[in-house]
């Protein structure tokens, strides 16, 4: 399919104010009909147990219309469903032809979901062979250090998206910046939030960062970018703490914001979201909501509203990625989780988008029967699998190993 038409096109460019920056660009009219529910607040859980009927192997998310003699990577693919149209947003990507030669590379980027039948098959819209460009726009002051210091920035993104109107979603990103040509050397900016607003009538898709920008690494909680969740007007912005074991002797790979033991959650109106001001933090023990941002110098555990407890060790009671979304199928709020160690998905479940969390979590996937002895990422979603049953009784699970991701189906019974 090297004849696959470049229907997508950089039209408008980056527009830089004071207030916000913005690109806008064509997306190729793809329709994945999708249901969006509104659950309410409140819900009475049907505890199915989650027994597991089966998990189908999906396939590696792929690219048809790209050489097939070339790698396409993405890092880490999220989804968002916005107008019955399906995005992946994911962080860098590079295309590599045979001889391993870059053929396109952008620090962020986006595909789409073609078929819901076919969860692997993507179709890559900012990293083409054609032309490249990144979705996340700089902001002017992330332009002025790269160009003055000679740095890279590089954006990901670790929770699906979530809807807050018809027409637009949010989702928190994480910016990295690098020194030019020295890929170890990076330092994290933070994480900011990124507010997508598809026009359905001309098929374009407009990404804006509004200012102010960054929820710094270790000094703030990075609210949102574990996970976002809109119910009723308001959007759930979930963080993990930032937990150093007393014995960090693992060594090697992890989050440099620390482990993520704890998760605590901010109440956003969805309206004003892009105001911070009117953002309010939930304190678990006492139940009640403070306009004062906690800041996590200590650990900060009886405001937690989940604490990883399923395992003996400390190190193994640490969260790798989660999702947090309403099941129709179970009428209730999910949390799907992946720990740092051993590698496993599990759920718990809640009967509001606060709690009180089910604990311990039931176990419904061993990635080792998979192959899989690393599981460096793992997120879940009930939007591909709608029809033939209540939204929540297929999740599609995606994991990513060595890079790749892999999507399974996973049917509840
Ligand atoms: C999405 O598709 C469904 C089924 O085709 C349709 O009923 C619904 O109106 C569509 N929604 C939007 C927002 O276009
Ligand atoms: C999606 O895939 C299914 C099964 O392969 C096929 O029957 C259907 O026509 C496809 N839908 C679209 C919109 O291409
Ligand atoms: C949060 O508060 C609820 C209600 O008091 C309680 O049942 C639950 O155990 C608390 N969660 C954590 C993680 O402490």
Redesign the pocket.
Known sequence: MASFLVLVQLIVGTFASAASVSTTFSVPNI?T???ELSPPFRVTPRNLGFSVASVSNEDYLHDDSIDSSYTVTPFRPTLCSI??RTFWFAGPVQIQDAQKRTVALTSSSVAMALNFSHPSWIRELSPRPESSWPIIPLTPAEQFVSATYKKTYQFDTSAHCSLIS?TSAVQFWNAWSYNAGTYNCYSPSGSFLAIYTLD?ATNKLTVSRPAPVYQKLSIQYPYGSFSTLTVQGKTYLYAWDVYYPPSDDMGGEHDPGGYHRDIHVAVAPTSTIEDKSTWKYYDNRTGTFSSTEPLPTTRRSSAAIIILNDFSTEFANTFLSASIFYSEYHDAYLLVYAPFYPPGIYVRFAPTPLGPWSSRGTKIMDPTQFGYTVVRYALASPIFFQTGGKAGQSLLLTLTGDYKTQAFKLNFT
Request: hydrophobic share 10%.
């Open positions: 329709l009909p999708h249901r107008q019955n018809d359905p």
